[in-house]
């Protein structure tokens, strides 16, 4: 941002432009680069420290995955069994109603 205050020239006819500078414009992006450093280097530290991870644990959590997939799957079927049975059961309201 420029002053309004005239430019100066100097001995050699450069002319002198002053600008505002400040310490704290810098402040606000150094902060936030600096809290994703230490984001990134908390993020490595847990990646390393799960390496070690034994292979009961993950399989104990890929069973509990897979049964609410098929309980997703089995609910998903007695939906459609419902839709079809209510659709029988309004045919026959119809034809009774004929």
Avoid: W
């Avoid at 007695?78 to 119809?94: S, T, Y």
């Amino acid at each position: 941002m420029l002053l309004s205050q005239p430019k100066e020239t100097t001995s050699h006819g450069l002319r002198l432009c002053y600008q505002l500078s400040s310490v704290i414009g810098s402040l606000g992006p150094s902060v936030v680069f600096g809290y994703k450093g230490i984001l990134l280097i908390f993020g490595i530290f847990l990646a390393y420290q799960t390496q070690g991870v034994r292979l009961k644990q993950r399989d104990g959590q890929m069973v509990k995955s897979l049964t609410a997939s098929l309980i997703s799957q089995e609910e998903e079927e007695r939906h459609q069994r419902n839709g079809n049975e209510d659709e029988q059961l309004k045919n026959q309201i119809a034809e009774m109603e004929d």
